[in-house]
């Protein structure tokens, strides 16, 4: 059933599949995924605990999705609805329902215990959370109201959740955030959210800043489109980047004309309190009868992503690609291959100009397969990923979840099997490590097993394993970023380098370096001349060299230095190339002149001579 994916077209490659959970676990229903820019975060999904449904949540750190743990201890009743929050440091928030209440997990951080989970709100339903870069967050849900339901929100900063003053919906108590009308927020990086929603049939959306939130709601969806009338709208997804001036709302608009109904999915750009006209984003062309839903959309800090649509006509995935803050291009159909069936798409931000498609088809009748694009740096999907084996079962109600960090990296999960026994299934999709760098450009060892260092690699999904090549030839590999090299060298340059390789079987090549074996330390004579008499100069001849060894083809680094102490507390400077020095004694009495000579390798010899000053 599980299998390796097949190799990544494009700069990203996909690892191995992974099971977080299942068969023996019963995981029944996925959350979601969410990972921070800095590669941190978590999957959050639903599974049974003696008959009753409990959340659950495997969390990413050190580039490993770890063993999950269950967030809701102490409730004893069902929970549904999991969706989760990831933020820089590893903070993960995970909300949820149980038995009719608002409650949220809480981790501080990578190496903190999940808190007990806290209530925020009785009756409710809905939730949905976002976090920015910077921590905080925002989260919406439907709530009971006198008389009915309201759209309500929750700030979350450092640590403390605190309620927005008011509810969000046009009409108290009205129904609002129900059925297809379900609440969506998203959080902008300079912290302000915008939460849309359903309410009497119409979309609606309202900025909120910290706990309070815009005096003017905006209505989004128009009474008419391409020359229909509208029926109702719901469904409503929404994204925005760092600036929260510029939020992209797509939904469901049910249109009628002439007695036929259809539905399309149609997106608005806010600008400020502006709202742009809706705009089509199925593909659908004017006069067609196609239906398309599913709205899905996400952008990255800059505006940049996707917004997604299912034709429902022929089950086909259409791709919009969204430019600087959220500016609509040219729709497409993503899926390369034909499905039988409905296709429901997923999009994920990997950086900041990049992003990323996830979704299940069925090629065949009851062959379904999990398939991710990518589009790094700009609008242009890459070539299609398979994700899953072909043929694989796959519980289709929960579709495909995805995220991705600032670097390129993402994870695609999903649910796969048979009735009864149910696994929780993942991808990694990791992207290019960086290189591995020589500490130094040129280094000389006195050992013949010399040590090697470099830079660790760039990368936020490890484990990074580092080859060493030497003089042409992989010698050694190593997860560390230092080796001594196990084989002996002769004397001489050697040119290496690092390649680093991450678990998605992407590689580097970091720039080459050399290191200079020399293990002879250098020849020195000496001969004294001149009268040995107090004011007299004596001159020393030194003959120093640095020989290579005795093995075939080796070479010696070379004469670094010679140093002279004259044994009567003067020396000389250290110089490369001294062949004759002078000398004067001011008095009498034996002194011990002591030459030491260096090679480039730090190989040092020292000469002694024994001269006797005379009256």
Avoid: C
Wanted: net charge negative; hydrophobic share 40%; aromatic share 6%.
């Amino acid at each position: 059933m599980l299998a390796s994916p097949a190799a990544a077209a494009g700069s990203q490659a996909p690892g191995p599949v992974q099971v977080i959970a299942g068969p023996d676990s019963d995981p029944t229903s996925l959350g979601g995924v969410s990972i921070a820019r800095d590669g941190t975060g978590a999957i959050a999904y639903l599974a049974d605990v003696g008959g009753v449904q409990h959340v659950f949540v495997s969390r990413l750190a050190g580039g490993v999705f770890q063993p999950p743990v269950r967030v809701d201890p102490g409730l004893t009743g069902a929970s549904s609805q999991p969706v989760e929050a990831a933020g820089n440091g590893g903070v993960v928030l995970v909300a949820f329902i149980n038995s009719g209440n608002l409650y949220v997990a809480e981790t501080p951080g990578s190496g903190d215990a999940w808190k007990r989970p806290i209530e925020l709100h009785a009756d409710a339903d809905n939730p949905s959370i976002q976090m920015s870069n910077f921590g905080k967050a925002y989260l919406a849900y439907t709530a009971s109201a006198a008389g009915g339901t309201d759209v309500d929100a929750d700030y979350f900063y450092a640590g403390t959740w605190s309620a927005v003053t008011a509810p969000l919906n046009v009409s108290p108590g009205d129904d609002a955030g129900t059925g297809a009308g379900r609440p969506v927020v998203a959080t902008a990086g300079d912290g302000v959210a915008i939460v849309a929603w359903g309410e009497n049939g119409h979309v609606y959306s309202r900025r909120v800043w910290g706990t309070s939130p815009s005096v003017e709601d905006e209505l989004l969806d128009p009474p008419s489109f391409d020359g229909e009338t509208e029926v109702s709208a719901g469904d409503p997804s929404i994204s925005v980047g760092g600036d929260s001036s510029y939020p992209d709302i797509a939904f469901d608009e049910q249109l009628s004309s002439d007695g036929h109904t259809q539905t399309r999915v149609l997106m608005t750009r806010l600008i400020a309190e502006d709202v742009e006209p809706a705009a089509a984003v199925d593909g659908i062309g004017t006069g067609s009868s196609d239906s398309a839903g599913s709205p899905g959309i996400a952008m990255g800090e800059y505006g940049t992503g996707f917004v997604l649509a299912s034709n429902d006509t022929d089950d086909s995935l259409i791709a919009t690609p969204l430019g600087s803050n959220g500016v609509l291009g040219a729709a497409g159909v993503a899926n390369a291959t034909a499905s039988v069936s409905p296709i429901v798409g997923v999009p994920a931000i990997t950086g900041a100009r990049s992003s990323m498609i996830a979704w299940e088809q069925t090629p065949f009748p009851s062959q379904s397969e999990v398939v991710a694009r990518f589009a790094n740096g700009g609008s242009t999907l890459g070539a299609p990923i398979q994700l899953s084996a072909t043929g694989a079962p796959l519980q289709t109600g929960d579709g495909v979840a995805a995220a991705g960090d600032n670097a390129l990296d993402a994870a695609v999960a999903w649910i796969q099997g048979d009735p009864g026994a149910l696994s929780l299934a993942l991808v990694q999709l990791y992207a290019a490590p960086g290189t591995a760098n020589p500490s130094r450009k040129l280094a000389y060892s006195r050992s013949s097993h010399p040590m090697l260092r470099w830079s660790a690699a760039s990368d936020r999904w490890g484990p990074v394993s580092y080859e060493i090549t030497l003089d042409r030839h992989m010698v050694a590999s190593t997860t560390a970023t230092s080796l001594r090299l196990p084989g002996s060298l002769i004397d001489g340059p050697h040119t290496w380098h690092v390649t680093a390789t991450n678990p998605g079987g992407l590689h580097s090549t970091g720039s080459s370096a050399t290191v200079f074996v020399d293990t002879v330390p250098p020849r020195v004579r000496l001969h004294l001349s001149g009268r040995r008499l107090p004011r007299q100069v004596l001159t020393l001849h030194i003959e120093a060299a640095d020989r290579p060894a005795p093995q075939h083809g080796a070479k010696a680094s070379g004469l670094a230095w010679v140093r002279i102490s004259w044994g009567d507390g003067s020396r000389t400077s250290k110089q490369p190339n001294i062949r004759r020095a002078e000398h004067v004694y001011t008095r009498r009495g034996s002194y011990r002149i002591t030459v030491r000579a260096a090679d480039k390798a730090g190989n040092v010899t020292t000469v002694m001579l024994r001269v006797r000053i005379r009256k």
